[in-house]
C-alpha cells in the first residue's frame, strides 16, 4: 500500500504565497507521474499540476499558470507545489497523487494523499 503525506496548508491573505509538501514513497520505476489536485467549494476535484519524473516535464492548469510551481526534490522523493499571488478562489482542499502510469490532470491516479486545506481570505 502506498500512501502519500501532503502538509503545508494554512491560512494565508490574497496575494501570498504557501508552499505545499507531499512525501511520495520510492518506485520501483526511475518514471512515474506526480499531480496536484484540488477542491474548491462547490466544484469537482480538478487537476492542477502534473510532472513527469522520467523528463521533468510538467504541466498546468490554466487558472494556476504562472502562479503555481510543481517541483520534486530527488534527494528525498519530496513533492512540492509553490503557490505565488493567491486569490480567494485558490481556497480548498489540496491533493497530491502518484503512478506508474500518467493521467494528466485527470483524476485516473491510483495513489492519494488525504489532502490540506489552503484558506485564502483577507
Known amino acids: 500500500q502506498v500512501h502519500l503525506v501532503e502538509s503545508g496548508g494554512g491560512s494565508v491573505q490574497p496575494g501570498g504565497s504557501l508552499r505545499l509538501s507531499c512525501a511520495v514513497p520510492?518506485?520501483?520505476?526511475?518514471?512515474?507521474?506526480l499531480a496536484w489536485f484540488r477542491q474548491t467549494p462547490g466544484k469537482e476535484r480538478e487537476g492542477i499540476a502534473t510532472?513527469?519524473?522520467?523528463?521533468?516535464?510538467?504541466y498546468y492548469d490554466d487558472s494556476v499558470k504562472g502562479r503555481f510551481t510543481i517541483s520534486q526534490d530527488k534527494v528525498d522523493n519530496t513533492l512540492y507545489l509553490q503557490m505565488n499571488s493567491l486569490k480567494p478562489e485558490d481556497t480548498g482542499m489540496y491533493y497530491c497523487?502518484?503512478?506508474?502510469?500518467?493521467?494528466?490532470?485527470?483524476?485516473?491516479?491510483?495513489?492519494w494523499g488525504q489532502g490540506t486545506q489552503v484558506t485564502v481570505s483577507s
Open positions: 520510492r518506485f520501483t520505476d526511475s518514471s512515474y507521474c
Open positions: 510532472l513527469y519524473t522520467g523528463s521533468d516535464s510538467t
Open positions: 497523487a502518484a503512478d506508474h502510469l500518467c493521467y494528466g490532470l485527470s483524476d485516473g491516479y491510483k495513489y
